[in-house]
């Protein structure tokens, strides 16, 4: 999760679905990371977009006990769950061995 440009901590106020962004090791620019996905994440995609330090901003959204790995030139969704990119105007989901499309390249 801290790979990207920021990592997403809660943010109590107003409430538990709130996400605040914090600077994290940017191996991956432009993109937050939203865990657990499949069991609770998904209601952290509104607060995510509404608090995103840019309009740019890609959301890797990551089912539990799965992974976006890059290897070999490309990112691609390992485990039994999937990776959803989202963005302001789309959402696309990978299953697993499915090539993801819409993360940068890593910068190291």
Do not use: C, K, N
Not at 56 to 61: C, E, G
């Amino acid at each position: 999760m801290a790979l990207g440009e920021w990592t997403l901590i809660r943010d109590r106020r107003p409430g538990d679905a709130q996400r605040r962004y914090r600077s994290a090791l940017s191996i991956v620019s432009g993109i937050g990371v939203i865990p657990h996905f499949d069991r609770f994440g998904i209601r952290w995609v509104d607060g995510a977009l509404a608090a995103a330090p840019r309009d740019d901003v890609v959301l890797v959204a990551i089912d539990e006990r799965s992974a976006a790995l890059w290897r070999d030139g490309v990112w691609q969704a390992f485990g039994p769950g999937g990776v959803t990119i989202i963005t302001r105007s789309d959402r696309r989901r990978f299953a697993s061995g499915q090539r993801i499309e819409g993360i940068p390249q890593p910068t190291v």
